[in-house]
């Protein structure tokens, strides 16, 4: 380093000996060649939702605690229903079915409580997913004692005080008839 005059200090320029010097000293260096192997990488995992997760837990739990319905009253028509203050239109479209059936859930073979809890984890994957038509078959309760339809009434009126289905017909017998519930749920 040299100090110019007003004392700032300046590099110095490479004397032409340091440039030969250097020159000769790399003469017959070549660049290191690649390595041949692949560094290790692993793809992240994907983020857990624990939040929702959670949320999902206790409303199954909740839903689980209620235990079975105290409710026995015959419903006068429990083959549709409609949520106050939308147009009956939606039921002819739905039984109809004007709306395509994105997913279905088969309750065959699950008793009240676990037909129960599993339409609940559906209904609430159907809405996490955006999805607006479903089916639900919970069976004609042919193989129940006294072939008395148990989960027909159970569901169905689980499915009235759920706030997301905004409609349900029993379907055509081509789309399960009695023995499945067609749901229109909110967007």
Same mark, same amino acid.
């Given at each position: 380093?040299?100090?110019?005059?007003?004392? #700032?200090?300046?590099?110095? &320029?490479?004397?032409?000996?340091?440039?030969?010097? #250097?020159?000769?000293?790399?003469?017959?260096?070549?660049?290191?060649?690649?390595?041949?192997?692949?560094?290790?990488?692993? $793809?992240?995992? &994907?983020?857990?939702?624990?939040?929702?997760?959670?949320?999902?837990?206790?409303?199954?739990?909740?839903?689980? /605690?209620? *235990?079975?319905? *105290?409710?026995?009253?015959?419903?006068?028509?429990? &083959?549709? #229903?409609?949520?106050?203050?939308?147009?009956?239109?939606?039921?002819? %479209?739905?039984?109809?079915? =004007?709306?395509?059936?994105?997913?279905?859930?088969?309750? =065959? @073979?699950?008793?009240?409580?676990?037909?129960?809890?599993?339409?609940?984890? #559906?209904?609430?994957? !159907? %809405?996490?997913?955006?999805?607006? !038509? +479903?089916?639900?078959? =919970?069976?004609?309760?042919? @193989? &129940? /004692?006294?072939?008395? $339809?148990?989960?027909?009434? /159970?569901?169905?009126?689980?499915?009235?005080? /759920?706030?997301?289905?905004?409609?349900? +017909?029993?379907? =055509?017998?081509?789309?399960?008839? *009695? @023995?499945?519930?067609? +749901?229109?749920?909110?967007?």
């Amino acid at each position: 380093m040299r100090k110019t005059a007003r004392g #700032f200090a300046r590099a110095a &320029s490479p004397q032409p000996d340091d440039v030969e010097l #250097f020159r000769a000293e790399m003469r017959g260096v070549r660049p290191a060649a690649p390595v041949n192997r692949v560094e290790p990488w692993r $793809p992240r995992p &994907s983020p857990v939702p624990t939040q929702r997760l959670r949320d999902e837990r206790a409303v199954l739990d909740e839903l689980a /605690r209620l *235990g079975p319905d *105290g409710d026995d009253t015959e419903l006068e028509d429990d &083959s549709l #229903f409609l949520r106050p203050g939308l147009p009956r239109e939606i039921l002819r %479209k739905l039984k109809r079915t =004007h709306w395509v059936i994105q997913e279905q859930l088969d309750l =065959h @073979g699950l008793t009240a409580e676990p037909a129960a809890i599993e339409t609940a984890a #559906f209904l609430a994957d !159907c %809405k996490r997913r955006g999805l607006r !038509c +479903v089916r639900i078959i =919970h069976g004609k309760g042919l @193989g &129940s /004692r006294g072939r008395e $339809p148990v989960l027909k009434r /159970r569901i169905r009126r689980l499915l009235m005080r /759920r706030d997301e289905v905004l409609a349900f +017909v029993e379907p =055509h017998a081509i789309h399960g008839g *009695g @023995g499945a519930v067609v +749901v229109l749920l909110e967007a």
